[in-house]
């Protein structure tokens, strides 16, 4: 039975009070916490940099694969799988990657400006509602279990 529950705390990202300190000490208690929290948000920008680079290059060859005229179409867009996984694995807060190496890719092409942030914001809106929908209904990333 308390394994269970572990399982399921860890889905949630929680933890046992004792996990941490072995102690029960209440969240935010000790004078680390300005350290740790610099260190994740570090982590979460090295994150989202690599994210955007990813997408970038990912959305470059996947224009690559235009098959019309127009070489901003495409009908195979394999940056958006990227996303949902790293949206999946690292988390919600890593979406302004998304954002970055969609507009970077979209103004590559011959569009506005303008339209390269709709078409930006439309990549990150469409990552983040299939990322909610698979932890929602599917089990997130832990859906093989």
């Known amino acids: ?3 269970d529950t572990d399982l399921q705390n860890d889905k949630r990202g929680l933890s046992s009070p004792e996990d941490s300190s072995g102690v029960g000490t209440p969240p935010g208690a000790g004078s680390s916490e300005p350290k740790l929290k610099l260190a994740e ?6 994150a989202a940099v690599v994210l955007a680079l990813a997408y970038f290059v990912v959305g470059k060859l996947g224009l690559a694969l235009a098959l019309s005229s127009r070489p901003s179409l495409t009908s195979v867009w394999p940056p958006s799988g990227i996303a949902i996984a790293a949206l999946l694995l690292l988390g919600y807060r890593v979406w302004p990657g998304i954002l970055v190496g969609a507009l970077a890719v979209e103004l590559t092409t011959s569009c506005t400006m303008g339209t390269a942030f709709g078409v930006a914001a439309g990549n ?3 990552s983040l509602a ?3 929908l698979a932890n929602r209904f599917a089990g997130g990333r832990y859906f093989y279990e």
Not at 41 to 46: G, L, M, N, Q, V
Request: charged share 25%; glycine share 6%.
């Open 1 to 3: 039975m308390l394994a």
């Open 41 to 46: 948000y570090r982590r979460d920008f090295i």
């Open 124 to 126: 990150v809106l469409e």
């Open 130 to 132: 299939g990322a909610w």
